[in-house]
């Protein structure tokens, strides 16, 4: 029945200046209102729906306003440097200093994801996650990428 995520939904208070950040991660444009832009995430898979709202303000929380993009490994690896390219910055989580990461490894057992943090111009949570593992066997505590090779090579 269900095949995947075709489409999720973020509100935003400036349509055009939102167009011209998604268009920076090289996201095609799909579909445009005056109020509303579409955005491929994998053509004919996945997409973001943009919406001009007052309600950009809605405070974040990890249940609303944030989206993860899958990545591959090496694009994680990049993925500060392909953000700052682009003059958009990567942010810290979990209390994690700046030279502790990112990427961060999410110990979601048995999971193992890679995972960088950036926001768009309305604050909207946006995330590059890579599988690691998808069997890890022993639990552990986050860490950063460096750390997971250190222990993985």
Same mark, same amino acid.
């Given at each position: 029945?269900?095949?995947?995520?075709?489409?999720?939904? +973020? %509100? =935003?208070?400036? +349509?055009?200046?939102?167009?011209?950040?998604?268009?920076?991660?090289?996201?095609? +444009?799909?579909?445009?209102?005056?109020?509303?832009a579409f955005f491929w995430i994998v053509k004919g898979q996945s997409w973001v729906g943009l919406?001009?709202? /007052?309600?950009?303000?809605?405070?974040?929380?990890?249940?609303?306003?944030?989206?993860?993009?899958?990545?591959? =490994?090496?694009?994680?690896? !990049?993925?500060? /440097?392909?953000?700052?390219?682009?003059?958009?910055?990567?942010?810290?989580? &979990?209390? &994690?200093?700046?030279?502790?990461?990112? $990427?961060?490894?999410? $110990?979601?057992?048995? &999971?193992?994801?890679?995972?960088?943090?950036?926001?768009? %111009?309305?604050? !909207?949570?946006?995330?590059?996650?890579? $599988?690691?593992? +998808?069997? =890890?066997e022993d639990e552990f505590d986050m860490m950063s990428l460096a750390q997971w090779d250190q222990?993985?090579?």
């Amino acid at each position: 029945m269900i095949k995947g995520l075709y489409e999720a939904h +973020l %509100p =935003v208070r400036d +349509l055009k200046r939102s167009i011209e950040f998604y268009t920076s991660l090289e996201l095609e +444009l799909a579909y445009e209102t005056p109020k509303l832009a579409f955005f491929w995430i994998v053509k004919g898979q996945s997409w973001v729906g943009l919406w001009e709202t /007052d309600r950009a303000k809605t405070p974040y929380h990890p249940s609303l306003r944030h989206i993860a993009f899958h990545v591959d =490994v090496e694009a994680i690896r !990049n993925a500060m /440097d392909w953000l700052a390219e682009r003059e958009i910055e990567g942010r810290t989580a &979990f209390g &994690f200093s700046p030279e502790e990461q990112p $990427p961060l490894i999410l $110990p979601n057992h048995p &999971f193992a994801h890679a995972a960088v943090y950036f926001h768009d %111009p309305d604050g !909207n949570s946006l995330e590059f996650i890579a $599988p690691l593992d +998808l069997e =890890v066997e022993d639990e552990f505590d986050m860490m950063s990428l460096a750390q997971w090779d250190q222990k993985h090579v």
